[in-house]
């Protein structure tokens, strides 16, 4: 039962990982468009503005990264949980768990991803094309 319960460790550290990283690669992005932002509006320089629009795909990328691969280990966790205790050989493979649902695309636009970097592309537009609108009509 020992070896069961380590082996399941194993499993649960690298999910752990998996979600501290998306979690971290979210916050980079949020501050890393609140940085340019910054740089926009002390610069009165849109630049920095479109300058977003290349780190937050890149960011949204790795996001879907981290997901789909703790969406790997979760399977690979519940499926070493079943085994019996004589099969266990802390094996860390998930390639036989690989599906359509846990591709990185797909979980890209799932509703733990895609509502951020969605807002992160959504309010530099606004930023550009609205916001400057309004400055003149006062």
């Not at 998306?22 to 009165?44: C, N, P, Q, Y």
């Not at 691969?69 to 399977?75: Q, T, V």
């Amino acid at each position: 039962m020992e070896k069961k319960l380590k082996h399941l460790e194993f499993i649960q550290s690298v999910i752990s990982r998996m979600n501290q990283n998306s979690f971290l690669v979210k916050g980079w992005a949020v501050t890393l468009v609140s940085a340019l932002f910054a740089l926009a509006a002390d610069k009165a320089d849109q630049t920095f503005v479109l300058v977003t629009y290349i780190p937050v795909p890149v960011f949204w990328f790795l996001d879907g990264f981290y997901l789909s691969r703790e969406k790997l280990f979760r399977a690979l966790y519940d499926h070493v949980a079943k085994l019996p205790l004589e099969e266990i050989d802390f094996s860390m493979k998930t390639k036989s768990f690989e599906s359509k649902e846990n591709n990185i695309a797909p979980v890209m636009f799932t509703q733990t991803i895609w509502p951020l970097y969605a807002l992160l592309i959504l309010v530099p537009l606004l930023v550009m094309f609205v916001f400057p609108y309004c400055k003149h009509a006062g």
